[in-house]
């Protein structure tokens, strides 16, 4: 039996969870240093996992297989294919920045917590957090799946509840309160979408008989397993029900900008950067797969959906006074494109989902990470408190406006190559939507130039004039993130080669192929 | 007559019983109530034992008996402690489960 | 008239002492439930438990039958009684229901549950009726005795311990442990000018002239009954007679007297209200 | 030769890769640095063009195909970059310009401590714009296209401190983002119809796809042209573009960048050209414009806004041509080359006056600098002779032909068209006269500001001036070095292709009556502005006037329908998202807690009642049991 890679690299930073949960109280400048030479080891294995995978290969490679609960045909069953691969990578890039930007974010000398040892709870709750979500994405088991997408809240939960954002207008009692309030409803969101899908795993189960998602997509592919039509429907709308609060998708996305506010900045992009994936590449990788009759037979709907995320989204961000929430609503405008690419069912629109994931990720990264330093150090969150800080802070600012540039998919940056393929690929089949969805743009720029008009442009106003500029720790968490999104923007040939092979498999489960352009001579 | 009359008087003590325990409230009156109804089975039991001929159910109405006594004991004890507390042998003082 | 006929039916007298004692017990049943004192409810019972008894007699359960009277009429009756007076013998209860519905879905239950019971006694197949003539014919005593003995010895064991850890239960409830040595007259004393409260002796019970009852207020100067006055006990039991009403009430029938006498109509007659009402 | 295609781009992009991520240290080079490597890429262009030159007409085109960039499943996006005879005229043109502004800047900027960043947003812009026109597809144009954008936002709000400057540069980027939407659903409609969008098949295969698609198209390549190039109804970001300093006016907001949207329409050729109704929107959009342009600019006080005016209606010369089909592209393109001399020039010298007279914009607080500034005086003067149409400089020449061919459009349209070109030379004769009355003759109008400072007004240094005479030269022999002998017609013919029209009017005719509107337009302006004083604070002046001080009331347009609209539009979907989507959610949430509040008084505590709740259990226990044997 070959080395499992794949369970290593989800076991490893789940031992150091452990780990770093058990470092004495006093150590915690040890926890923080274990919590972040982990994050790297997971990383160097998820960059075996990217050399190791053949993008031309079969289609889930590294697989493992073992039997689990037999009564239930559950078996611990994982492998990757090209797009749970860029995610992997994705995930395991990100945590090392969130642990260094996060880095005192939990320390009681910086905070005055009197919690027991918050520092190595801080860190080993994003450990778990990372675990959790690699084997999410590793699963080809839908039971194996469902556990740790489920799981995943926990962690999270006491990371938004017990962690949070200690900047408030009304002090600090008002954001306890608040914190609680967006961690319960974080929770509660969650738990609901999850019951509706465990409901509908047990009906999958009912119908198909195990959990296997390759038995279950040969099956289906074969035709051995005949699903009645509403029984399909039905099974795909719980599935999807629970990815589309995850994801989330309007108008279940309310949990979203509470916990994106409350929480602190390198939890926050935890949330929109890496959890949240979970439910879009669960989409991708279920939802179509399980079900490509039901999904198709939603697809209109849920295009009106994304759409509505898109435009609201950019228009809601436009409305906020919080730089945080801010952040929050154009994330929500950016899963409407990457829903939207997904069930747009062309090539373009998957690649372009795909890609956009890994790229909104980086780039929400980067924004919210340099939101976060900003908001550090002038103890508010509120888009009126600053002005000027361009002069104060210049590094600051210019890191902040390339991570603002991002977000509005500047040519030349990562998102905007993920972001045109979602729309072409849209386009292609639903013109109108593809041309409303290029609303999108104007919007975004107009939430990202305001937000970054209002705090750094103007006059310095006195509180902002002795604020000091990115520290080295800061500038080595925001420098790589922003090289990887111009270079991503340059030359995402990498990635596409990744994902492309694995977009046409899942083209093929659906049985759809691209529209053919009206004048083929062109080609 | 059919020995059965024997087990629909038992029925009737025993429906008369629990609405009793559950309409009074002087918790010495219920308790009475609830030994009706341990009464009333003894009689089913005995009855019993007379329809199948042999000893089995007037062991068991033996038992109930031993233990009936075993449950007023306590029962009676519990009602005088409540009393010297609350002063009152009203069930419905004892309301302490609302929150 | 083959035997296992004559072991279905019984003998005449036995229908006819069922059907009178068998009123008498559901009417001693009916009066526990709706008396309003406990000490009638008790009595009522152990009523009902003597006529269970001759039934068990009837039956055939001697040794049963006597117990019945023995132990239980005898004993545990006795011990409710006890306990009935230590609460207060006279405390009358209102059968008044104060929650609301209680006493409707009470019955309703009860009576559904009662149909269902005699509905299954009239379904259950009760063919088989060998009568207690056979197993009784080594003596009743002797035959209970030797299944105890055999058969149920385990049960019988584990009710004795259960009796046992009833009997220290009960003490354990009812024990009230002293964790400080009684006050002695004089400390009370000392505490009572301490606190400043009630210097004097506690004021006597009874209006004087009208009622020298123990459990009538005496009047303070303005004419509100004192409370105080009134034994603790009867205090606790809430059984203060309050006679304040009274005397008004006495004083509005002398009124209305006189002018029956005087033919004058055109005053409201009073209202009465009964003492007991009153001190609810 | 190929690769030095690639060098023009990497030279401007690695400048200002190191002077935007150089730091302090690089504070004392850094400007010559950005000045070396534009001119670096400046040389690379006519190391090119001469190369060009040498080949055959029809082989002048080289395609540098670099690296795959998007590989999607029927989506191949490259980074190849195509230089052909268009793409070369604007490489000259941009790092021509751009080196000189460069040099200009140096001095310009000398006292900003933020210069080193100055010059790295001018690489910035320079690599774009290179890249803008050098590409062979229209994706990676779209890059250059937002990349020109944002350099754009970058240096109109350069003087971040100012609340205007960066409200403007916001303006900016949103009024052109409106623009870039046209271009990526151009981009779309190409894809869908095509298969592709890079310049040869699509180009190639235009005729064979449907007039609708291809009018629909082109009216989303017109959408983005008019955000670019400030055309109606996209025209409002240029005025307020103005806050940014004087040299980025000249380069971005009047040479290279807002031209960008006339290389757009004539690169897109092929495709107007099969889609009539679309050059016909245009030719009306650029009709338009050359007039709003004009009118707003002859109300304007502010040198520079009169001159942004002055850019519009001059683009809308361009437009117009470009909407002309094959008959106008390359007057199009001429002119807009002629333009980029003489209006950098203007600009150049507006940022000159600006220099000596502490930062004044109000041509009100000018007048008699002729003889304080005499170099900018001739230059500037050369300039505005440059652009009236002054025979025998340049801007008679691209711009008498551009009037020509739209009379050669015929019909009715060719004469309403070629009408609205006369007038619009009428006016630019007047507004243009304006200025120069109002800065260099007269009386001088200046006073010491609120700090008692008063203006000393003295001609800029030698860094600044020279850049100023270079242009000046361009301005006055560009337009004939091009138009004798047509060379420059057959230079760009193989790209554009053309054709002659048949004008209704003989080309004397038209030439007669622009002079006759260049005078009559002069003279007004001279009526006004030259016989009389000017007064010092604006009169209230008439309906028109007041309105064209405000842009013709469209930016109050705008305020009212986008800005508040969307302001209450926002607000409401704030409240509602707060009060009906969270709503629902937390009164699904209040439902249940009064629902379990209700339930909850079921258990009221008292035994009893429970006791009744088992007692129906068993019951109804009992009941199931006996309904099951009954079954």
Known sequence: ?523 | MNPVNYLYLAALLFTIGATGVLIRRNAIVVFMCIELMLNACNLAFVTFSRMHGNLDGQIIAFFTMVVAAAEVVVGLAIIVSLFRTRHSASVDDASLMKL | MSPQLAAYTTSTGEAFQFWVLGTVAVIGALCTVLMKKAVHSALCLAGTMIILAVFYLANGAYFLGVVQIVVYTGAIMMLFLFVVMLVGVTAADSLKETIKGQRWLALLCGAGFGVLLFAGIGNASLKEFDGIGQANANGNVEGLASLIFTKYVFAFEITGALLITAAVGAMVLTHRERTERAKTQRELAEQRVREGKHLPPLPAPGVYARHNAVDIAGLLPDGTPSELTVNKTLRERGQIRDVSAEALGDLRALEQRAEERLERTEIEPATFKRPEEASK | MENLIALLIAAPLLGAAVLLTGGRRLDRVGHWIGTLLSAASFVFGLILFVDLLGKNAEHRTLIKHLFSWVPVAGFQADATFRLDQLSMTFVLLITGVGSLIHLYSVGYMEHDERRRRFFGYLNLFLAAMLLLVLADNYLLLYVGWEGVGLASYLLIGFWQHKPSAATAAKKAFLVNRVGDMGLSIAIMLMFTTFGSFAFGPVLSHATQASEGKLTAIGLMLLLAACGKSAQVPLQSWLGDAMEGPTPVSALIHAATMVTAGVYLIVRSGAVFNAAPDAQLAVTVVGAVTLLFGAIVGCAKDDIKKALAGSTMSQIGYMVLAAGLGPIGYVFAIMHLVTHGFFKAGLFLGAGSVMHGMNDEVDMRKYGGLRTYMPVTFITFGLGYLAIIGFPGLSGFFSKDKIIEAAFAKGGTEGWILGGAALLGAAITAFYMTRVMLMTFFGEKRWQPDENGNEPHPHESPRVMRIPMIVLAVGSVFAGGLFSIGDRFLHWLEPVTGHSEGHSPVSAWTVTGATMVCLLVGVGIAWAQYGRKPVPAVAPRGSLLTRAARRDLLQDDFNHVVLVRGGEHLTRSLVYVDHTLVDGVVNGTAAGFGGLSGRLRRLQNGFARSYAVSMFGGAALLVAATLLMRAV
């Open chain 1, 1 to 523: 039996m070959s080395f499992p890679l794949l369970t290593a690299t989800a076991a490893l930073p789940a031992v150091g969870a452990v780990i770093t949960a058990a470092v004495p109280a006093a150590r915690r400048t040890a926890a923080k240093w274990l919590a972040l030479l982990v994050s790297l080891a997971t990383l160097a294995l998820a960059v075996t996992v990217l050399v190791r995978f053949d993008p031309d290969g079969a289609r889930y490679q590294l697989t493992e297989s073992h039997a689990w609960i037999k009564d239930f045909g559950v078996r611990y069953e994982l492998g990757v294919d090209g797009i749970a691969v860029a995610l992997i990578a994705l995930t395991a890039l990100l945590i090392p920045f969130i642990i260094l930007a996060g880095w005192n974010d939990a320390d009681p000398l910086e905070t005055g917590s009197r919690r027991w040892r918050p520092t190595q709870g801080f860190f080993a709750l994003i450990l778990a957090v990372e675990a959790m979500v690699l084997i999410s994405f590793e699963a080809t088991d839908v039971f194996v799946f469902y556990i740790f997408f489920e799981a995943m809240l926990i962690p999270m939960y006491f990371l938004i509840g017990g962690f949070g954002d200690r900047a408030h207008e009304h002090g600090e009692a008002a954001a306890s309160t608040q914190r609680s309030y967006a961690a319960v409803k974080f929770l509660l969101y969650n738990l609901v979408g999850g019951l509706i899908m465990l409901a509908a795993v047990i009906g999958l189960y009912v119908v198909a008989g195990n959990f296997s998602l390759q038995e279950i997509a040969q099956a289906r592919a074969s035709g051995s397993l005949h699903m009645a039509t509403n029984t399909e429907r039905w099974l795909f709308l719980g599935f999807f029900f629970a990815f589309a609060v995850k994801a989330p998708l309007w108008p279940l996305h309310t949990w979203l900008p509470n916990a994106m506010q409350e929480a602190t900045a390198p939890v926050a992009v935890l949330i929109t950067a890496v959890v949240d994936k979970v439910g879009t590449f669960a989409m991708l990788r279920f939802c179509l797969q399980l079900f490509p009759e039901a999904s198709k037979w939603a697809t209109p709907a849920i295009l009106v959906l994304s759409l509505i995320s898109i435009v609201y989204g950019a228009l809601l961000a436009v409305g906020q006074r919080d730089i945080k929430r801010l952040v929050a609503y154009a994330s929500i405008s950016h899963f409407g494109f990457i829903i939207m690419g997904i069930f747009a069912m062309t090539s373009q629109g998957q690649s372009g989902a795909t890609l956009y994931m890994v790229n909104h990720g980086i780039s929400t990264a980067a924004l919210m990470l340099v939101a976060g330093f900003l908001i550090s150090r002038r103890g508010s969150r509120l888009i009126a408190d600053y002005g000027g800080v361009q002069k104060a802070a210049p590094v600051l600012a210019g890191t902040f406006l390339i991570g603002g540039l991002a977000t509005l998919s500047l040519p030349g940056l990562a998102p905007f190559v993920s972001e045109f393929l979602v729309l072409v690929g849209t386009f292609a089949r639903y013109p109108a939507i593809g041309v409303i969805a290029t609303f999108g743009i104007v919007l975004a720029a107009l939430y990202t130039l305001v937000l970054y008009q209002r705090t750094m442009t103007g006059p310095v106003k006195p509180e902002v004039s002795a604020m000091p500029d990115l520290r080295a720790r800061e500038l080595v968490v925001v420098a790589p993130l922003i090289v990887l999104l111009i270079f991503l923007g340059v030359y995402p040939k990498p990635v596409t080669d990744i994902v492309n092979p694995a977009v046409k498999q899942t083209m093929s489960d659906v049985h759809k192929t691209d529209p053919k352009p009206s004048v083929e001579a062109a080609k």
